[in-house]
């Protein structure tokens, strides 16, 4: 089967599965998947039941596609997503993104975990990301354009919605949450750098570093979907102080930071004014 028909398939299966169009579409990171138990009137569909989607196998990643209300919208929510050093595909880990486009979201939220790099930045953090660099070694975008979603050469310099991005910081300054705005670099994993590899991400303008969400955004800029990124800080990847980090340690710090996102995503999610043209 091709990958438009694998699109397909995915689509009609999930859109049997709810009663009316999302407007948000959200990926629940690392340690972040709680943020659905806020969510009213769920309908809960197990990634492992919906034809041709992967299945989740990292730790902090549940694997459900939920359904339903919060703060006001309909929202499909990801809890878990797809990596690619999984051994997934590029196009494998972004089909959701070309799903929740067919079925018709407005609005498109990322978020992750990922390691500081700018000496600005504490464990725990949230920074709104403005802009990101993809190392990762493959494009999502290869092959084939996909021309019912979007143009063969899609434009990357704003990736990330600016109102959207003066409207989080705006949430968070009434929250009293304090929020950094910086550049995401995405590498494929699944190691932590090295320090050289990390001193050539701080000489590059890197501000955080992770293994996700740039396949995701750049389709999501592909099928002009406005996007929004918030990463959620769980170690100092500051190459002179360095203390080796493991996956426990992020889920850790994700879980203790999960109030402050939780607080924050649900209020701008109330906060953002939805339509055709946002």
């Not at 196998?57 to 990596?83: N, P, S």
């Not at 070694?137 to 003066?166: C, H, K, T, W």
Request: neutral net charge; proline residues 5%; charged residues 20%.
């Amino acid at each position: 089967m091709n990958y438009i028909g694998k699109i397909d398939k995915a689509y009609n299966y999930i859109k049997r599965m709810i009663p009316q169009r999302p407007q948000i579409g959200i990926v629940l990171g690392t340690g972040l998947g709680t943020l659905a138990n806020c969510i009213e009137n769920q309908i809960i569909i197990d990634y492992k039941d919906i034809p041709e989607f992967p299945v989740s196998t990292v730790v902090g990643h549940e694997g459900r596609l939920i359904y339903g209300d919060l703060e006001g919208k309909k929202v499909l929510a990801m809890q878990g997503r797809f990596h690619y050093y999984e051994g997934y595909t590029m196009k494998e880990v972004t089909l959701p993104i070309r799903v929740m486009k067919k079925l018709g979201i407005y609005m498109l939220l990322l978020s992750n975990a990922c390691g500081g790099l700018n000496t600005a930045f504490s464990a725990g953090d949230i920074m709104i990301i403005r802009d990101h660099i993809n190392l990762m070694g493959d494009n999502p975008l290869l092959g084939a354009n996909l021309s019912e979603f979007g143009p063969r050469f899609p434009d990357m310099s704003q990736v990330y919605d600016p109102e959207l991005i003066q409207l989080c910081n705006n949430v968070g300054s009434k929250l009293n949450i304090k929020l950094h705005k910086g550049v995401y670099t995405a590498i494929s994993g699944p190691y932590y750098l090295s320090k050289a590899e990390l001193r050539m991400l701080i000489l590059m303008g890197s501000d955080t570093v992770g293994m996700s969400t740039v396949p995701e955004a750049i389709v999501a800029r592909h099928c002009g979907i406005k996007t929004i990124g918030l990463s959620c800080i769980t170690d100092m990847a500051l190459p002179d102080t360095l203390v080796p980090p493991s996956h426990e340690e992020v889920v850790r710090v994700a879980e203790l930071t999960k109030p402050h996102f939780v607080n924050l995503v649900k209020e701008f999610i109330k906060e953002v004014k939805l339509g055709e043209n946002l």
